[in-house]
């Protein structure tokens, strides 16, 4: 069975969530990065019995938009499909339902849901580390779960927590290049949505910007940034939320 992982990682915790559970899964993988320039994402081909497992992130509750625009783009010929929502040990509220409604109206059958918990994009104090390695062991035994039940052809829907209308998303802070930036351009050229400048790569354009942190997270530096006083009042808002640890959810 060939399993064509979809990602939108800014930062990297999402493609990890996604690469530990296709370990549990097994099977050989093709990787589809949707966190790129548009002009450079390959859309896979995908067959009625490949198995496809979508992994986004969780932005104030709901998933990316654009994440959700390019996934629409995607063939999906039937197919078997995880949905995935990762989200900063705060919480998933609307995301995985999101997930499961566009996936199931583009035609995949969705077979799976899961929430998973990685380090949190802007604040990564909360979550710090994760996935780690009681994650792996977890999210490798869902993959064993969610093979177990398509060996089975059980390909019944699975009902997920969540609301319609889907809530809001919430406003999020834009980074910028801060003192120290050597105008490299990194970010610039890694930026999925083309909102930094590439003569002033300190700036962003924040009609573009969709605060997905991967200039952040590319930065060599480590100059970009939401700024101290954001960063401060960002992590006093999330304590209560994300002070606990949270676990990582399997729906079959």
């Known amino acids: ?35 790129i320039k548009s002009a450079d994402i390959q859309l896979p081909y995908i067959h009625k019995d490949d198995l496809v497992v979508i992994a986004m992130p ?47 109206e583009m035609g995949f059958r969705v077979v799976a849901a899961v929430g998973a918990v990685s380090e ?21 035994q869902f993959g064993s779960d969610i093979l177990r039940k ?5 390909c019944t829907m699975p009902s997920v927590p969540g609301n319609r209308p889907y809530r809001k998303g919430g406003r999020l802070p834009h980074p910028k290049g801060r003192r120290g930036c050597n105008h490299c351009g990194v970010c610039a050229a890694q930026c999925p949505t083309d909102a930094i400048p590439l003569s002033a ?10 605060s997905c942190m991967k200039c952040v997270s590319a930065c060599p530096s480590g100059v970009r940034n939401i700024g101290a006083v954001m ?22």
Do not use: W
Not at 2 to 30: A, E, M, N
Not at 231 to 252: D, G, I, S, T, V
């Open 1 to 35: 069975m060939k399993i064509h992982q979809i990602v939108f990682s800014p930062t990297g915790g999402t493609r990890r969530v996604s690469d530990i559970l296709c370990q549990g899964i097994g099977g050989k993988r093709i990787v589809t990065d949707l966190c």
């Open 58 to 104: 969780v932005f104030a509750g709901r998933v990316p938009t654009l994440a959700v625009k390019r996934l629409r783009t995607v063939s999906p010929n039937g197919a078997k499909c995880v949905v995935v929502a990762v989200f900063g040990n705060r919480a998933y509220e609307d995301a995985l339902l999101e997930m499961r409604d566009v996936a199931s």
């Open 120 to 140: 949190h994009s802007i604040i990564r104090k909360y979550g710090k580390g994760r996935p780690d390695a009681d994650d792996g062991q977890t999210l490798r």
């Open 150 to 154: 398509i060996q089975t052809n059980d």
């Open 201 to 210: 790569p300190q700036k962003v354009d924040p009609s573009k910007c969709i």
């Open 231 to 252: 960063n401060f009042l960002a992590a006093l808002f999330l304590q209560k939320e994300c002070a606990a640890r949270k676990e990582n959810e399997l729906y079959l």
